[in-house]
Protein backbone atom coordinates (compact mmCIF):
# COMPACT_ATOMS: atom_id res chain seq x y z
CA UNK A 1 0.00 0.00 0.00
CA UNK A 2 1.53 3.27 -0.73
CA UNK A 3 1.41 6.43 1.47
CA UNK A 4 0.19 9.79 0.01
CA UNK A 5 0.51 13.34 1.99
CA UNK A 6 -0.84 16.44 0.68
CA UNK A 7 1.13 19.93 1.16
CA UNK A 8 0.33 23.15 0.27
CA UNK A 9 -1.33 26.58 1.53
CA UNK A 10 -3.88 26.86 3.49
CA UNK A 11 -5.19 30.13 2.73
CA UNK A 12 -5.51 31.36 -1.18
CA UNK A 13 -7.46 34.49 -2.08
CA UNK A 14 -10.46 35.01 -4.41
CA UNK A 15 -9.65 34.73 -7.81
CA UNK A 16 -6.52 33.18 -7.57
CA UNK A 17 -5.28 29.66 -8.11
CA UNK A 18 -5.15 26.69 -5.85
CA UNK A 19 -2.19 24.48 -5.69
CA UNK A 20 -1.49 20.97 -3.78
CA UNK A 21 0.80 18.49 -3.91
CA UNK A 22 0.56 14.98 -3.09
CA UNK A 23 3.63 13.28 -2.37
CA UNK A 24 3.52 9.17 -2.75
CA UNK A 25 5.71 7.06 -0.63
CA UNK A 26 5.97 3.19 -0.74
CA UNK A 27 5.31 3.09 -4.44
CA UNK A 28 6.30 4.83 -8.18
CA UNK A 29 3.95 7.49 -9.38
CA UNK A 30 4.82 5.49 -12.55
CA UNK A 31 3.28 2.25 -11.35
CA UNK A 32 0.05 1.27 -13.52
CA UNK A 33 -1.36 0.25 -10.39
CA UNK A 34 -3.31 2.95 -9.67
CA UNK A 35 -5.41 6.05 -10.86
CA UNK A 36 -3.96 9.13 -8.86
CA UNK A 37 -6.76 10.79 -7.88
CA UNK A 38 -8.24 14.08 -6.03
CA UNK A 39 -11.50 14.52 -4.02
CA UNK A 40 -12.67 17.34 -2.03
CA UNK A 41 -14.87 17.45 0.97
CA UNK A 42 -16.25 20.86 2.10
CA UNK A 43 -16.97 21.42 5.77
CA UNK A 44 -20.11 19.41 7.08
CA UNK A 45 -20.61 17.79 3.53
CA UNK A 46 -20.09 14.89 1.53
CA UNK A 47 -17.39 14.20 -0.58
CA UNK A 48 -16.88 15.54 -4.20
CA UNK A 49 -14.90 14.06 -6.89
CA UNK A 50 -12.66 16.20 -8.62
CA UNK A 51 -10.20 14.44 -11.32
CA UNK A 52 -7.60 11.76 -11.88
CA UNK A 53 -4.32 11.04 -13.84
CA UNK A 54 -2.95 7.97 -15.16
CA UNK A 55 0.67 6.50 -15.69
CA UNK A 56 0.35 7.28 -19.35
CA UNK A 57 -0.35 10.83 -18.40
CA UNK A 58 -4.12 10.71 -19.54
CA UNK A 59 -6.27 12.62 -17.31
CA UNK A 60 -10.05 12.96 -16.45
CA UNK A 61 -12.11 16.15 -14.73
CA UNK A 62 -15.36 16.09 -13.04
CA UNK A 63 -17.72 18.74 -15.60
CA UNK A 64 -18.28 21.03 -12.84
CA UNK A 65 -14.85 21.87 -12.35
CA UNK A 66 -12.99 20.75 -15.90
CA UNK A 67 -12.91 24.49 -16.73
CA UNK A 68 -10.09 25.51 -14.02
CA UNK A 69 -8.63 22.04 -12.48
CA UNK A 70 -5.56 20.66 -14.47
CA UNK A 71 -3.68 17.60 -12.79
CA UNK A 72 -0.50 16.61 -12.96
CA UNK A 73 2.47 14.37 -12.43
CA UNK A 74 5.85 15.16 -11.04
CA UNK A 75 7.85 12.16 -11.77
CA UNK A 76 10.94 13.44 -10.43
CA UNK A 77 9.68 14.34 -7.28
CA UNK A 78 7.03 11.08 -6.59
CA UNK A 79 3.94 13.26 -6.78
CA UNK A 80 0.84 14.50 -8.38
CA UNK A 81 -0.63 18.10 -8.26
CA UNK A 82 -3.29 19.58 -8.62
CA UNK A 83 -4.20 23.29 -9.64
CA UNK A 84 -7.53 25.18 -9.14
CA UNK A 85 -7.80 28.45 -10.75
CA UNK A 86 -10.55 31.24 -10.24
CA UNK A 87 -11.06 29.97 -6.96
CA UNK A 88 -14.19 31.07 -4.66
CA UNK A 89 -15.59 30.70 -1.23
CA UNK A 90 -17.65 27.51 -3.19
CA UNK A 91 -13.85 26.22 -3.03
CA UNK A 92 -12.99 26.05 0.70
CA UNK A 93 -12.79 22.33 1.55
CA UNK A 94 -10.73 19.63 2.75
CA UNK A 95 -8.42 18.52 -0.55
CA UNK A 96 -7.79 14.45 -0.31
CA UNK A 97 -5.14 12.72 -2.80
CA UNK A 98 -6.33 8.98 -2.85
CA UNK A 99 -5.45 5.93 -5.02
CA UNK A 100 -8.09 3.64 -7.18
CA UNK A 101 -7.42 0.51 -9.20
CA UNK A 102 -7.93 0.88 -12.91
CA UNK A 103 -10.59 -2.12 -11.80
CA UNK A 104 -12.54 0.88 -10.00
CA UNK A 105 -12.47 -1.35 -6.59
CA UNK A 106 -12.33 1.64 -4.72
CA UNK A 107 -10.21 4.67 -3.15
CA UNK A 108 -8.06 2.64 -0.86
CA UNK A 109 -5.52 4.83 -0.21
CA UNK A 110 -5.91 8.26 1.36
CA UNK A 111 -3.78 11.51 2.17
CA UNK A 112 -4.35 12.68 5.72
CA UNK A 113 -6.19 15.92 3.80
CA UNK A 114 -5.82 19.37 3.74
CA UNK A 115 -8.07 21.91 4.58
CA UNK A 116 -7.74 25.17 2.04
CA UNK A 117 -9.61 28.31 2.82
CA UNK A 118 -10.82 30.76 -0.08
CA UNK A 119 -10.78 34.51 1.83
CA UNK A 120 -9.35 37.28 1.41
CA UNK B 1 -24.22 14.31 -12.47
CA UNK B 2 -26.35 14.44 -8.90
CA UNK B 3 -24.89 13.22 -5.75
CA UNK B 4 -25.81 9.84 -4.45
CA UNK B 5 -29.04 10.60 -2.00
CA UNK B 6 -28.45 8.94 1.62
CA UNK B 7 -30.12 9.51 4.70
CA UNK B 8 -28.71 12.12 6.22
CA UNK B 9 -28.53 10.43 10.20
CA UNK B 10 -29.25 6.96 11.11
CA UNK B 11 -28.99 5.57 14.83
CA UNK B 12 -28.94 2.22 16.43
CA UNK B 13 -28.59 0.88 19.79
CA UNK B 14 -25.37 -1.11 20.70
CA UNK B 15 -26.12 -4.85 19.25
CA UNK B 16 -28.33 -4.03 16.30
CA UNK B 17 -28.55 -3.66 13.13
CA UNK B 18 -28.58 -0.78 10.59
CA UNK B 19 -28.62 -0.06 7.08
CA UNK B 20 -27.98 2.83 5.14
CA UNK B 21 -29.22 3.45 1.53
CA UNK B 22 -27.59 4.98 -1.23
CA UNK B 23 -30.02 5.61 -3.94
CA UNK B 24 -28.82 6.46 -7.51
CA UNK B 25 -29.76 6.24 -11.25
CA UNK B 26 -30.00 3.52 -13.51
CA UNK B 27 -27.15 5.54 -15.01
CA UNK B 28 -24.43 4.38 -12.02
CA UNK B 29 -25.54 2.70 -9.06
CA UNK B 30 -28.51 0.42 -11.42
CA UNK B 31 -25.66 0.05 -14.12
CA UNK B 32 -22.33 -0.76 -12.62
CA UNK B 33 -21.21 -2.43 -9.87
CA UNK B 34 -18.88 -0.46 -8.60
CA UNK B 35 -20.03 0.90 -5.27
CA UNK B 36 -18.13 1.29 -2.84
CA UNK B 37 -18.79 2.90 1.03
CA UNK B 38 -16.48 4.78 3.20
CA UNK B 39 -16.22 5.09 6.76
CA UNK B 40 -14.72 8.69 8.50
CA UNK B 41 -14.70 9.49 11.69
CA UNK B 42 -14.30 13.62 12.36
CA UNK B 43 -10.97 14.89 11.57
CA UNK B 44 -10.38 11.94 9.71
CA UNK B 45 -9.56 10.29 6.46
CA UNK B 46 -12.33 8.22 4.91
CA UNK B 47 -11.80 4.52 4.95
CA UNK B 48 -12.46 2.22 2.27
CA UNK B 49 -15.10 -0.61 3.92
CA UNK B 50 -16.92 -1.82 1.06
CA UNK B 51 -16.12 -2.17 -2.85
CA UNK B 52 -17.31 -3.97 -5.55
CA UNK B 53 -21.18 -3.46 -4.03
CA UNK B 54 -19.87 -6.46 -1.40
CA UNK B 55 -17.01 -6.79 -1.17
CA UNK B 56 -14.72 -6.17 1.89
CA UNK B 57 -11.03 -5.23 2.26
CA UNK B 58 -8.40 -7.68 4.00
CA UNK B 59 -9.15 -6.43 7.90
CA UNK B 60 -12.99 -5.01 7.56
CA UNK B 61 -14.90 -6.60 10.24
CA UNK B 62 -17.82 -9.01 8.82
CA UNK B 63 -20.11 -6.66 11.05
CA UNK B 64 -19.82 -4.52 7.61
CA UNK B 65 -22.13 -5.69 4.66
CA UNK B 66 -23.16 -4.26 1.26
CA UNK B 67 -25.97 -5.28 -1.39
CA UNK B 68 -27.66 -4.10 -4.22
CA UNK B 69 -31.37 -3.89 -5.31
CA UNK B 70 -31.58 -1.71 -8.88
CA UNK B 71 -30.75 1.57 -8.26
CA UNK B 72 -30.21 1.26 -4.68
CA UNK B 73 -27.05 0.42 -2.67
CA UNK B 74 -26.91 -0.71 1.07
CA UNK B 75 -24.82 -0.75 3.80
CA UNK B 76 -25.71 -3.18 6.65
CA UNK B 77 -23.90 -3.01 10.18
CA UNK B 78 -24.86 -5.73 12.06
CA UNK B 79 -23.76 -6.26 16.13
CA UNK B 80 -23.44 -2.19 16.74
CA UNK B 81 -20.21 -0.84 18.12
CA UNK B 82 -19.39 2.09 19.99
CA UNK B 83 -16.10 2.77 17.37
CA UNK B 84 -19.23 2.19 14.39
CA UNK B 85 -20.59 5.75 15.66
CA UNK B 86 -18.90 7.88 12.26
CA UNK B 87 -20.25 8.99 9.23
CA UNK B 88 -20.73 6.82 6.06
CA UNK B 89 -20.31 7.67 2.45
CA UNK B 90 -21.31 5.56 -0.63
CA UNK B 91 -20.02 5.72 -4.09
CA UNK B 92 -20.51 5.03 -7.53
CA UNK B 93 -18.89 5.00 -11.00
CA UNK B 94 -20.78 6.98 -13.38
CA UNK B 95 -18.90 6.62 -16.32
CA UNK B 96 -19.10 9.03 -19.51
CA UNK B 97 -17.31 12.42 -18.64
CA UNK B 98 -18.31 12.09 -15.03
CA UNK B 99 -16.90 9.07 -13.42
CA UNK B 100 -17.30 9.14 -10.16
CA UNK B 101 -20.21 10.31 -7.93
CA UNK B 102 -20.41 10.53 -4.11
CA UNK B 103 -23.59 10.47 -1.57
CA UNK B 104 -24.10 13.27 0.85
CA UNK B 105 -23.06 11.19 3.48
CA UNK B 106 -25.02 9.92 6.67
CA UNK B 107 -24.03 10.32 10.21
CA UNK B 108 -24.58 7.13 12.35
CA UNK B 109 -25.13 7.39 15.98
CA UNK B 110 -24.55 4.37 18.52
CA UNK B 111 -26.93 5.06 21.42
Known amino acids: QVQLQESGPGLVKPSQTLSLNCSVSGGSISSDTYYWSWIRQPAGKGLEWVGRIYTSGSTNYNPSLKSRVTISVDTSNNRFSLTLSSVTAADTAVYYC????????????WGQGTLVTVSS | QSALTQPASVSGSLGQSITISCTGTSSDVGTYNLVSWYQQHPGKAPKLIIF???KRPSGVPNRFSGSKSGNTASLTISGLQAEDEASYHC???????????FGGGTTLSVL
Open chain 1, 98 to 109: ATISPRGDGYNN
Open chain 2, 91 to 101: CSYVGGSTFWV
Open chain 2, 52 to 54: EGT
